[in-house]
């Protein structure tokens, strides 16, 4: 059983493209995480949030409470923007950081 | 600042050795976790400290022990490795509990047990 699902496992898109990346749950949470990790491995954190939508640059990460479901979009897509984009919600239980990710989305923006 | 730092950055051990992954951070963080990652699958938790003497077993702790004698490191030891425990290690850090605060996450380890 799979708590966290994304889509699409592989994207391919062209430099300057809208991308949308997805994430739905099946848990309860407090909150979600967006999470980027490069070519090279090491994995950085994009957002953190429990309602809305935030912005950081050409990254909106949104999510819908109701729904159990969050979108990861990037404008005037970039090819330094391939990577592996992974979401990650709190699981079941009350142990501390039993956080569950999704296998991740890879993204490849070409030229 | 330095951040999380992971040493080493790659590791070969034959089946049966015993080794350390080093783990610091200098953020003044409470919270430390060490995940596994493999191809296909999410991140997963091995080991995770909420502070200086205190640890407790993630989703998949077999083969693995931790300790916390001070904020700063995290070591993560494999006392006889297996080839199940060929992997990608992360360490991570947060100043709260992570599930509402920011990871900060090392570079990786990637292990290799033949």
């Known amino acids: 059983k799979n708590e966290v699902e994304q889509s699409p496992q592989n994207l391919t898109a062209q430099e300057g493209e809208f991308i949308t990346i997805n994430c739905s749950y099946s848990v309860g949470i407090s909150a979600l995480h967006w999470l980027q990790q490069h070519p090279g491995g090491g994995i950085v954190s994009l957002f953190m949030?429990?309602?809305g939508k935030k912005k950081h640059g050409r990254l909106i990460a949104t999510i819908n409470i109701q729904e159990k479901h969050s979108s990861l979009h990037i404008t005037a897509s970039h090819p330094r923007d391939s990577a592996v984009y992974i979401c990650a919600v709190k699981g079941y239980g009350g142990s501390q950081g039993n956080l569950i990710f999704g296998k991740g989305t890879k993204l490849s923006v070409k030229p | 600042n330095a951040g999380v730092t992971q040493t080493p950055k790659f590791q070969v051990l034959k089946t049966g050795q015993s080794m350390t992954l080093q783990c610091a951070q200098d953020?003044?963080?409470?919270?430390m976790s060490w995940y596994r990652q493999d191809p296909g699958m999410g991140l997963r938790l091995i080991h995770y400290s909420v502070g200086a003497g205190i640890t407790d077993q993630g989703e998949v702790p077999n083969g693995y022990n931790v300790s916390r004698s001070t904020t700063e490191d995290f070591p993560l030891r494999l006392l006889s490795a297996a080839p199940s425990q060929t992997s990608v290690y992360f360490c991570?850090?947060?100043?709260?509990?992570?599930?509402?605060?920011?990871?900060?996450f090392g570079n990786g380890t990637r292990l290799t047990v033949t």
């Open positions: 953020m003044n963080h409470e919270y």
């Open positions: 991570a850090s947060s100043d709260r509990d992570p599930r509402n605060s920011p990871l900060h």
């Open positions: 949030l429990s309602s």
